[in-house]
């Protein structure tokens, strides 16, 4: 079913899209915001949710016994576990609707929802299982950069030069030394998969790749750059602000991965340069206060570019060619 302005107006209106009022998480953080956008997208179209959530402050915060803010099927299961937890689920769907126990008519959409730790990390066998074995279900990754639920520790998905408890920024070491893992090209790399990055603060290219999502004949992943307004120590109000500067700065590309053809799906007419991003988050301020953080700055903004470039040279050679 295509996006109407009718159907958009439903997104925007949807007083209870699964997630309700009452939950712990803190004011301003972009995870129950990508939570939200993406289950008011699903139901709008027609579909019932069904949740997996691996652990972490989503979670935790969401489900504090004996209280819920979910109003769906909602399953809560290990850190490592919840690719696999939403394929057991979908296959269960698929073998009851066609014994005729579920009527046929009714449209379910499968989501397993992750942090960081629990997809770049622990969870990532899980993840790549289930994707290998090809069941229809949309993961999405609310991507905060750090192991938050348990104080910010350093993860897979931390950038370099971020201050954090295990990878503190000192007299030695400038914080984390490693890149982020690109984990949407891992995910890729699975063949027969809908791979995207999105952000809140690009709702609109958001919706529109939960609706490929939805409608994909196989296993979506969608990374969601997701602030963390604790840890990333900015204002509460600034969350998607800094996921729009995260796109006009290249260090969050927008773009779309379909069985092995890329499309960027947001060309800023001009671009910040990175240390804007930077500069505005807190967890930042340790290595600024370093005499070599404009080197440290300028190796990003090389990365950033070089990997711009790299997807606009991807774009153009796969374009013309069939999807696998």
């Known amino acids: 079913m295509p996006l109407t302005m009718k159907k958009l107006a439903e997104i925007f209106t949807d007083k209870d899209p699964g997630l309700t009022q009452g939950h712990r998480m803190c004011p ?17 179209l027609g579909y019932e949710p069904v949740i997996g ?9 969401s489900t504090i ?8 099927p909602y399953i809560h299961n290990a ?7 939403i394929s057991g689920v979908e296959t269960a769907y698929r073998s009851l609707k066609k014994s005729g126990k579920i009527p046929s008519d009714r449209k379910y959409a499968f989501f397993a929802f992750g942090g960081d730790g629990g997809t770049y990390d622990i969870g990532l066998q899980s993840l790549s299982g289930a994707i290998e074995r090809g069941h229809k279900f949309i993961y999405i990754l609310y991507d905060n950069e750090g192991y938050m639920n348990t104080g910010n520790q350093r993860s897979g ?11 503190p920024v000192g007299k030695k070491i400038p914080g984390k030394l490693q890149l982020k893992k690109n984990i949407v090209e891992i995910v890729a790399g699975h063949e027969y998969v809908y791979a995207a990055t999105a952000t809140a603060g690009e709702p609109m290219d958001f919706i529109s790749k939960i609706e490929k999502a939805l ?11 997701s602030p963390c307004v604790r840890y990333w120590r900015v204002p509460e109000n600034r969350t998607i602000d800094i996921t729009k500067l995260a796109v006009q700065t290249k260090y969050w590309p927008l773009y779309e991965v379909d069985r092995g053809v890329y499309k960027v799906t947001r060309k800023p007419s001009s671009f910040k340069p990175v240390s804007e991003f930077v500069k505005v988050q807190d967890r930042f301020r340790p290595l600024l206060q370093k005499p070599d953080a404009e080197e440290i700055i ?17 774009e153009e050679a796969t374009k013309d060619k069939p999807v696998r």
């Open 215 to 225: 409608t994909f004949e196989g296993p979506s992943f969608l990374a969601v750059l």
């Open 53 to 61: 959530f691996a652990t972490g402050c989503m979670e935790v915060s």
């Open 298 to 314: 300028d190796e990003l903004q090389q990365y950033v570019d070089k990997r711009w470039e790299r997807l606009l040279a991807l």
């Open 157 to 167: 998905s931390t950038p370099p030069g971020a201050d954090t408890t295990t990878a």
């Open 28 to 44: 301003g953080c972009g995870a129950p915001i990508t939570v939200k956008i993406a289950l008011m997208t699903a139901k709008a």
């Open 65 to 72: 016994y004996p209280y819920t803010s979910w109003t769906v």
């Open 79 to 85: 850190f490592e576990n919840v690719a696999a937890t």
